[in-house]
């Protein structure tokens, strides 16, 4: 589920740079209420819930290095019983209390932006759940809605396989504490964040 975030937030911060703002020297950060990172789960085949997490930070450095940190127990299902079991058996946000994403990109690439411009771009980023790493890529639109503001959604949802990061057993141990049949292990998330310049 945050395979899209890492790659949203990083472009985000890179293309609210133009002519109007140099390129370089300039750190963004992430503004954690106005962003949002959702996730799409499936259960017994056919029933959907939405979920999303609240505790989200990040930022993007004068080059172009940027990181992600998600607040696991910040899972928010709706049913709080649902919450705890994610934050216990699946991501273990007592061992493992953060999801990180990070990656690199050039911001050059988005020296062009002004305001009211948006470009879709695909960005290969490294997400690390629970202690394991994996290369992974997310197509994002950046939108400079400001000369100091950012925004970076979906240009559509990211599929992330709970299994690429050894996670078959957590699926499978919620489907059988909540009594259920199958969990589908393939989780589309979207993301929705807002990058601001420091």
């Known amino acids: 589920m945050i395979k899209a975030l890492t790659a949203i937030l990083f472009a985000a911060s890179l293309g609210a740079c133009s002519a109007d703002a140099p390129v370089t020297g300039d750190m963004w950060q992430l503004n954690g209420p106005a962003s949002n990172i959702s996730f799409i789960s499936v259960k017994n085949g056919d029933v959907v ?16 290095d940027a990181r992600l940190e998600v607040d696991a127990s910040s899972v928010e299902t709706f049913v709080d019983i649902r919450n705890e079991r994610l934050r216990d058996i699946f991501f273990e946000t007592s061992q493992f209390p953060s999801i990180s994403v990070s990656a690199n990109l050039d911001p050059a690439t988005f020296a062009a932006l002004e305001v ?18 994996r290369s992974v890529y997310a197509n994002v639109r950046l939108i400079r809605n400001g000369a100091d503001s950012v925004l970076v959604v979906s240009s559509e949802p990211a599929l992330i396989d ?34 601001e310049r420091a």
């Open 49 to 64: 819930e939405v979920s999303h997490f609240s505790g989200l930070s990040g930022t993007v450095s004068e080059t172009g």
């Open 116 to 133: 009211g411009d948006n470009l879709e771009k695909e960005v290969e980023l490294t997400v690390s759940l629970r202690g394991v790493a």
């Open 162 to 195: 709970a299994r690429d990061f050894g996670l078959d057993t957590a699926v499978t141990a919620l489907a059988e504490i909540a009594g259920l049949d199958t969990i589908t292990p393939v989780i589309p998330v979207s993301v929705y964040l807002v990058f």
